[in-house]
């Protein structure tokens, strides 16, 4: 994580100690670092060269107004999944001809609400959902510019089970009737098909699926001009895993075991970038998990340490209200102190306050020895983190601060008993 990083046994967000940001602002705190944020999505803005491509971040990763103004600002586009993202993401400013709409259920609201304010495209996966976009682009004299999502059969590579591409997924129209769907597009008034769209999965930690699909995919572009659609755009989709193991170092930091190899972030497109390119279509991309996983880190408070049968509990004052993914995912976070004062390691399951069993963030967990009242930090955050929080157990949202160098901006306040009700 270049922009979190321990100074001595201090861990530090650019340039200011957590420690005192956890003191100051309390916990939980999600903490950001713009510089991470921006550092990455220029590196994968780079890595397309003279390729005419548009990135767009995903907002369901992490819908913070002003980390989506930061990208905004920097000339991303955005891929909502619902009304209510693309409602954020028009107010961060992100241009309506750079926000396409993508989901498998959206709502006849929601289809009126993309169309009327013009965005690029609406990725589509149903000849149900081509019909109900077709009837309402002509009841507003409007054309809707569509993409069809296609399904192959691909080994992802992804630790999620529910993976995008196998044949129990919800999404995508299959490969095998993609053909058929275009043709149905072109006969329905007010459609206008310009694109392909595919979206592998999250969390992937191989180059070989973008290799095999950008092949298979170049080779459908071909196939379906032949039947004179001229496809303009293909949005190749997200997913491009981060490393959630052994991401800060220290010499008293345990090495965590089973950390599964992760490509650099460069890699992905490097691996997808010449089969894509041969097609001659705009490229688009939605990465969401790698523009913002690395920048964010959640401060907590160790709260009570007992021993109860052969485990040892750490019980912190973050939950699965705060963050979910451990639960949800069975996701795999590092978490270390904010402060290292010893060498000394200790095992232990470190738990949230919620009234629910299976409120841990991790299980037989070796970290440096911690005492009642220290701080620790979960990495990797930054994505698919408070977007998840809820108010479950009348537990209010924890506060959001971006680091900008040695400044710090309050980019979310914790919620209030008020805000409860
Ligand atoms: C359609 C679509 N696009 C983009 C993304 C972003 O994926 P990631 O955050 O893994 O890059 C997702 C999330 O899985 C998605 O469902």
């Given at each position: 994580m270049g922009f979190i990083e321990y100074k001595d046994s201090l861990l530090y967000c650019e340039d200011v100690a957590l420690q005192e940001l956890a003191e100051e602002y309390g916990t939980p705190l999600y903490v950001y670092s713009k510089q991470e944020i921006l550092n990455t999505y220029r590196t994968m803005h780079a890595s397309f060269g003279s390729t005419e491509h548009c990135i767009c971040y995903?907002?369901?990763?992490?819908?913070n107004p002003t980390l989506l103004r930061l990208l905004a600002e920097e000339g991303a586009g955005a891929e909502v999944g619902s009304a209510g993202e693309l409602y954020l993401a028009l107010k961060a400013g992100f241009s309506p001809e750079q926000i396409i709409f993508t989901g498998v259920g959206k709502r006849e609201d929601e289809i009126e609400f993309a169309l009327t304010r013009n965005i690029f495209m609406l990725n589509v996966e149903s000849v149900q959902e081509l019909q109900t976009i077709s009837r309402i682009a002509l009841r507003l004299n409007t054309t809707a510019r569509i993409a069809l999502r296609v399904k192959f059969m691909?080994?992802?590579?992804?630790?999620?089970?529910?993976?995008?591409?196998?044949?129990?997924?919800?999404f995508g129209i299959d490969e095998t009737l993609i053909a058929e769907v275009f043709r149905q597009a072109q006969q329905l008034p007010a459609l206008e098909p310009i694109g392909l769209h595919i979206h592998l999965g999250t969390?992937?930690?191989?180059?070989v699926p973008y290799r095999e699909s950008a092949q298979r995919v170049s080779a459908l572009v071909q196939e379906i001009r032949a039947m004179g659609v001229p496809l303009q755009y293909i949005d190749f989709g997200g997913g491009f895993g981060v490393p959630y193991h052994n991401v800060l170092f220290h010499e008293a930091l345990p090495v965590e075991p089973n950390a599964p190899d992760v490509p650099p972030l460069t890699d992905f497109i490097d691996a997808f970038l010449p089969y894509l390119q041969q097609t001659g279509c705009t490229l688009w991309i939605e990465p969401g998990r790698s523009i913002t996983a690395n920048a964010g880190i959640l401060l907590t408070k160790v709260l009570y340490i007992k021993d109860s049968g052969s485990k040892k509990y750490i019980v912190i004052d973050s939950g699965m209200t705060d963050f979910l993914r451990p639960i949800l995912y069975n996701a795999y976070h590092q978490i270390v102190p904010l402060n290292i004062q010893s060498y000394e390691h200790i095992t232990a399951d470190i738990v949230g306050p919620v009234n629910d069993n299976n409120d841990a963030i991790a299980h037989d967990r070796a970290l440096p020895k911690v005492h009642v009242g220290d701080y620790l930090a979960i990495a990797t955050?930054?994505?698919?983190g408070f977007v998840y929080a809820s108010n479950y157990n009348g537990r209010l949202h924890p506060a959001e601060v971006l680091v900008n160098g040695e400044r710090v901006r309050v980019i979310r306040s914790r919620q209030t008993f008020e805000e409860l009700i």
């Open positions: 995903s907002v369901k990763a992490n819908n691909i080994d992802s590579q992804t630790p999620f089970p529910s993976t995008s591409n196998t044949s129990s997924s919800k969390q992937i930690t191989s180059t955050v930054g994505a698919y």
